[in-house]
């Protein structure tokens, strides 16, 4: 493998954070639904590109939408539909080593491969971007979002099956926003003082390329996590961002392949968050870090009014992230912090109909490597299992007796976490006994809202309920660490009509 580039040597705030621009609609076409009504139309092509991920490296090859990595940020309004053509004009051969022996990507299937999902949308399934409703270069798919959901950051990502991990990583992902009069009564800042935050960690090599790390069995290239050396915020290496002495609204999202942050200031800076995957929380959660795994979306409030003139740095862990200046200028901050966001009514346990206990399960080989990841010891291929109801609510128990933490998205829907609770798994494995070894835990205030990805930690029983709303049809779930996913922590679900 190439040599990783030492990071440290770089000289740091020295590259202004960079803002996605935001998608330019290409005009209007007539809605999939009502063909009387015209709706807006945008076309988004997957392409190679080169960006300078910092001042002082060469240019670093990406796939993209568009012209930049990340793609164009989508601006909607709840209620307000789109299409997207999404247009894979990547090159024939991938620039990222493709493992032949994973599912879905095996030697008769071609090497370029993209489809695309909407990350948090809730989308009829084949505009969904089900992992094997990938396309070639040279062709694109029309998808219809009709964003009847409340106000969220969303984030677009290819989604093809077996090289999901390959494509996310050269780049091909986007944040895509959903506003609506809820959100806009409470007078957030907004404008030039909303910013996406974008984080992704990458293995540079010592010439700025994108390494993407195999195993030392030729057989067997997959690796089981990969993590970079260097974190990305918005496409660039320790960026700064000139900010007034005022408060800021900060979309974070963590696009990484398999890194969770624990985001802070440093010396307790307090900061708010106010919203979670899937929208506003019910009131904003004081805070001084952050832990937000692959998949997960933090709506956060920062006022920098206290700390002006001062520069404050964040920090994930022992990773520095990005640099905010703060002005000396005095500035009047007419945006608002209410106490009180959006109501997020329990779902009580009563409404469930059903409970499905899923496993997460790793395995390993005889070198004790991890070799395979699945979801209740199922492959992709095997049937479907799972078939909730529409219109009705379920409460799935994450039982996770490995040693990871796994994010767990489903497509379509939008939850609540009702808790976490200490198993012993091997009374489970071997007798499938729930002994508990200590009480539920329910989620942390800043998780109480809508989620659409759930940290299942090691060792622990993470229960959802889920009300499966929207769409029949076939949807996935899957661990939001895309290396498991494409190997694969990944399974197939349909909403069934009610009979
Ligand atoms: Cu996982």
């Known amino acids: ?15 202004p954070l960079p803002i996605p621009q935001i998608a330019r ?104 971007g089900y992992p094997e409703d990938w396309i070639v270069p040279g062709k694109s798919s029309l998808y219809y979002y009709p964003n009847e959901q409340d106000a969220a950051m969303l984030w677009y990502h290819d989604h093809a099956l077996g090289i999901n991990r390959l494509n996310v990583y050269a780049g091909l992902l986007g944040a895509f926003f959903i506003r609506d009069s809820a959100e806009n009564a409470l ?17 540079l090599t010592r010439d700025a390329q994108l390494l993407y ?75 001084t870090a952050l832990e937000i795994s692959p998949g997960e979306r933090a709506d956060l409030v920062v006022d920098f009014t206290e700390h002006r003139g001062a520069q404050l740095v964040l920090k994930s862990d022992a990773f520095v992230v990005m640099q905010f ?15 009180a966001l ?19 399960d790793e395995y390993v080989n005889k070198a004790g490597n991890s070799a395979m990841l699945l979801l209740n010891a199922s492959h992709w291929k095997e049937p479907v299992t799972e078939k909730p109801v529409l219109g009705s609510t379920e409460i799935w128990t994450l039982i996770n007796p490995t040693n990871d933490t796994h994010p767990i998205h489903l ?7 009702l808790d976490r609770q200490p198993y012993e798994p091997w009374l489970f494995q071997t007798k499938r006994q729930l002994h508990f070894m200590g009480p539920p835990q329910p989620p942390a205030p800043n998780e109480a809202g809508w989620k659409d990805t ?17 769409f029949t049809g076939r949807y996935v779930w899957h661990c939001h660490i895309l290396e498991h996913e494409d190997n694969e922590m990944m399974r197939p679900y349909d909403v069934i009509a009610a009979g």
């Open 342 to 360: 959006r109501p997020v009514p329990r779902i009580p346990e009563s409404q469930a109909a059903q409970t499905r206990l899923l496993t997460l």
């Open 454 to 470: 759930v940290r299942a930690y090691s060792r622990m029983v993470t229960r959802i309920i889920v009300p499966f709303a929207g």
């Open 25 to 128: 609609r290409d005009g209007f076409r007539p809605s999939p639904t009502d063909p009387k009504r015209s709706v807006p139309f945008y076309r988004i092509k997957a392409q190679a590109i080169v960006s300078k991920v910092h001042r002082d490296l060469k240019p670093t090859r990406f796939w993209s939408f568009g012209p930049s990595a990340p793609g164009p940020t989508f601006e909607t309004r709840a209620g307000e539909p789109l299409l997207v053509e999404w247009v894979n004009a990547l090159p024939k051969e991938h620039f990222l080593p493709v493992d032949r022996n994973i599912h879905g990507a095996e030697s008769d299937k071609p090497a370029v491969r993209t489809v695309v999902h909407l990350h948090g949308a809730k989308t009829a399934p084949d505009s969904d």
């Open 213 to 287: 790390p195999v195993s030392t069995d030729p057989q067997a290239p997959w690796v089981p996590e990969v993590f970079g050396n260097a974190i990305l915020v918005n496409g660039k290496l320790f960026p700064y961002l000139d900010v007034e002495p005022r408060k800021y609204r900060l979309r974070v999202l963590n696009g990484s392949n398999a890194r969770t942050y624990h985001l802070s200031f440093g010396n307790n800076v307090p900061f708010h968050q106010i919203g979670t995957d899937q929208g506003l929380l019910p009131a904003p959660v004081p805070l």
């Open 325 to 339: 200046r703060v002005t000396s200028a005095k500035v009047a901050d007419t945006s608002s912090l209410p106490p």
């Open 187 to 203: 007078n957030l800042p907004k404008d030039k003082y909303e910013l996406p935050l974008i984080l992704y960690d990458r293995l």
């Open 411 to 417: 497509h379509l829907v939008r939850f609540q976490i």
């Open 1 to 15: 493998m190439p040599a990783a580039l030492d990071v440290n040597t770089l000289a740091q705030f020295v590259d």
